[in-house]
T-cell receptor, first 112, second 111 residues
Framework: DSGVTQTPKHLITATGQRVTLRCSPRSGDLSVYWYQQSLDQGLQFLIQ???????AKGNILERFSAQQFPDLHSELNLSSLELGDSALYFC???????????FGPGTRLTVL | DAKTTQPTSMDCAEGRAANLPCNHS???????VYWYRQIHSQGPQYIIHGLKNNETNEMASLIITEDRKSSTLILPHATLRDTAVYYC????????????FGTGTRLTIIP
């Protein structure tokens, strides 16, 4: 158990819909990272927040957005969902910005 | 991130040491080598990292060559639970905000 929690574990929705994935980092960690893992793309970095501020951005689609709240939990919002958004979404956290990252169990999103 | 090269797959007998190589010939002087693994769709798990000296923790040992162009992750007594995809990652010098996971090495532990 890494100490990072993600909800929900599974999510099934339809194309065009909007969903929110939630992540609680390990106690004391200030950074939260989001990754997407699909069958054809592998694990890809989406975005990082550090102490409430966006710190780094990967190939995150404009339909996707994230934020980190004052209590340091983070949410990833996915809108206008497409079939290709079906994937595992992982959240990770670290103490600072950089250093080893600890991953949650992931949310499996299925878009029908 | 510095590019890394790993074998696609490896087998190792249960109870033996598993040695996983990684080439990172373009690594810069202040860049660390990190190893993670992913067990079948679970979240990736941090294993170990190092700069230039060999490192050991409760999970594994990391041997980095003197020129730092390659490294080897050693699992001293592999068990079936070590079957996973292992990723060698060299993040950029300014912090590893963007962990770039390549294809890694699929390690299969044989009973």
């Amino acid at each position: 158990d890494s100490g990072v929690t993600q909800t929900p574990k599974h999510l099934i929705t339809a194309t065009g819909q909007r969903v929110t994935l939630r992540c609680s980092p390990r106690s004391g960690d200030l950074s939260v990272y989001w990754y997407q893992q699909s069958l054809d793309q592998g694990l890809q970095f989406l975005i990082q927040y550090y102490n409430g501020e966006e710190r780094a951005k990967g190939n995150i689609l404009e339909r996707f957005s994230a934020q980190q709240f004052p209590d340091l939990h983070s949410e990833l919002n996915l809108s206008s969902l497409e079939l290709g958004d079906s994937a595992l979404y992982f959240c990770a956290s670290s103490v600072g910005s950089g250093g080893e990252q600890f991953f949650g169990p992931g949310t499996r999103l299925t878009v029908l | 991130d510095a590019k890394t090269t790993q074998p696609t797959s490896m087998d190792c007998a249960e109870g033996r040491a598993a040695n996983l190589p990684c080439n990172h010939s373009t690594i810069s002087g202040n860049e660390y080598v990190y190893w993670y693994r992913q067990i079948h769709s679970q979240g990736p798990q941090y294993i170990i990292h190092g700069l230039k000296n060999n490192e050991t923790n409760e999970m594994a040992s990391l041997i980095i060559t003197e020129d730092r162009k390659s490294s080897t992750l050693i699992l001293p007594h592999a068990t079936l639970r070590d079957t996973a995809v292992y990723y060698c990652i060299v993040p950029n010098s300014f912090g590893n905000e963007k962990l770039t996971f390549g294809t890694g090495t699929r390690l299969t532990i044989i009973p």
